[in-house]
């Protein structure tokens, strides 16, 4: 006897179906995958104005922080000096005083993972009215495109960011640096984002000046 027709299909269909929720789960991995190597292969230059690079501005973009009570900064400016010296630049942590706002002091305390990452103690008077405090930070290195920022130890609450080091068709190198930072309790909010928004383009003005300077 014929079985009904209706158990044909349903004993056919039953492995199909299985199998789509995870061929589904799947596709959406690797799509989030590659969405994450993409995030880490270059920086957003959507809000990039090229003829204010070229005029030689520095730019600033305040976003907000999906990480609560952080703030999120990123700069950018061209350099006429070959990547190999702006990133000499960059890792120079014992001349940081010499040009950065608010460090008193940097010193490399360990190399780390064979040299593609090294720590550094850090000593920051972050306002006259506040007090002198210490952290440790985290270098990791991809020669000579991106350095990553992360914080090891101190009383900031949240610290990460990246160097960006991308070639241009002019010749030059197009720095991108963003961060996020969350000081805790040190300094009062109000004063984050405005401080970040004053220091970073002053920090990366005088990075291009010492590798311009250098590549002469």
């Not at 963003?178 to 970073?200: Q, S």
């Amino acid at each position: 006897m014929r079985r009904p027709l209706s158990s044909r299909p349903r004993n056919r269909d039953a492995g199909g179906s299985a199998r789509r929720p995870l061929a589904l789960v799947l596709a959406l991995l690797g799509c989030l995958l590659a969405r994450a190597a993409t995030s880490e292969d270059a920086p957003d230059l959507d809000w990039i104005d090229r003829d204010a690079l070229a005029a030689g501005e520095v730019l600033v973009r305040s976003d907000r922080a999906e990480r609560p009570l952080t703030a999120s900064i990123t700069v950018a400016t061209e350099i006429d000096a070959p990547p190999a010296v702006i990133w000499d630049v960059l890792i120079a942590c014992q001349l940081a005083p010499q040009y950065v706002p608010n460090v008193v002091s940097c010193r490399s305390i360990e190399k780390v993972d064979d040299g593609r990452g090294e720590l550094f103690l850090q000593v920051v008077k972050p306002a006259f009215f506040l007090p002198t405090f210490e952290h440790v930070f985290r270098l990791d290195y991809h020669p000579y495109r991106r350095i990553d920022v992360h914080r090891v130890s101190g009383p900031l609450a949240h610290l990460e960011g990246s160097w960006w080091l991308l070639p241009q068709p002019s010749g030059k190198i197009l720095l991108i640096y963003g961060m996020e930072i969350d000081p805790g309790g040190l300094v009062p909010r109000f004063l984050v984002r405005a401080t970040l928004k004053r220091d970073l383009p002053r920090l990366v003005r005088a990075v291009r000046e010492r590798a311009e300077a250098a590549a002469r």
